[in-house]
């Protein structure tokens, strides 16, 4: 019987399959099943500001650490002139820019405005109130590497 290239190949390709499949099953019979949690990082194009409107030292910081670690980038930081807000509010400079929504929802805030200025630099501005640290933290069930 003579065989051609192609019933060799698919032949040796058979094999291949079965052995890979046959390891497979013999290393994993013994293991646990572990969840493995997987966070999609999506990048989205648009400048952000973030600024301290609630007074507390390195609160500007930490907030742009969590939005570019969230895919945001987060071009300029600081503190505003009033440092008394209570809550985050995000005020979108760009009413087109395809973040605002996934920004929003980072922040867990429904504080939203829209101020349309042809002087902004930026798509959205982030002015950080108390409730910051409800929004950095890390969910239940994850962990915070930065311990």
Known sequence: MILSGHDILNKNFRTLVFAALATSAIALSGC???????????????????LNSCGVQGAAAK???????????VVSFGNDRLRNYKETILVIRNPEWEGAKALAKTLHTENVLTVVSKRAYVDAAVYIGQDFEQIIKPEQGETDDNN
């Open 32 to 50: 646990k099943e572990e969840k493995v949690v997987v966070h999609e990082k999506r990048t989205y194009k648009g400048d952000v500001e973030v």
């Open 63 to 73: 907030m742009r650490t969590y939005l570019r670690e969230n895919g945001f980038d």
